[in-house]
């Protein structure tokens, strides 16, 4: 009698198992919350900054990619400097920003938006699809520093690897911030954050072939350009720090 009572216990908790299964599969994935901050659109930022000429709007990529191309009358801010130092924005936390980048799946600008809603500003932004969007509507964009683009030759991570056997002369420059370079980096790499090299390129000794590493090879082109122009020999890592990972992986 136990083991016929067990044995049916068995068999209505796996069919209740079963019914939970199909009734989570049928209702499909809960939605996502929404963020804690507004959502807007090219022309709707567009009207905001005509109607309201001290309206902050924040480019929130490095100072080099920011003063190279940006929406025009926007200040320049990396997230990373808001994350770190919150105060660098204004006293006022009524005060109405919005935060860019320059992808439409760029996350530094909610980065910016997450840190000041959670330091308290309640007027927070973020352009929906960033600087392409911007771009897509027709609107004109400011050039304050224009990086000459140079001819910077990338190299697979395969060829690296070898390079980096053979060569004496690199240096490896990984322009992530400084926590994605803690949580694992190429052995021997030196870490330059993106967001400051404009203001601390001078460390980096100039005798050496720097190959600039970054998250997934998108940024090193725009930053070997400016080292380039100020006198260095530059080699970018094709894919990043993603192809060195993928790399490793697949050994």
Known sequence: MNFV??????RLVMRAALMLTLALVACG????????????????????????????????MSEIECLDHRIPGTKCLACEEIEKDVTLLPADKGRVMVFYCESAGCYRSCRGAGAAVKAGYTQVHVLDRGMPAWKQAGYSMETVERIPRGSIPSIRASALKQM???????????????QSYREGHIEGAVNHPLYR?????????????????DDRGFRTFLAGSYLEMKGYRVMRLFGGMQAWQEMQAAK
């Open 5 to 10: 009572s067990r044995k049916t216990l068995t």
């Open 29 to 60: 994935k809960p939605a996502e919350p929404p963020p804690p901050w507004k959502v807007i659109d090219a022309p709707t930022l567009r009207a905001l900054m005509a109607s309201d000429k001290d309206l902050l709007v924040f480019n929130t």
């Open 164 to 178: 980096i056997a053979e060569r004496n002369d690199l240096l490896l420059v990984d322009l992530r911030s400084e």
């Open 197 to 213: 090299l404009s203001r601390n390129y001078a460390a980096i000794p100039l005798d050496r072939m720097l190959v600039l590493i």
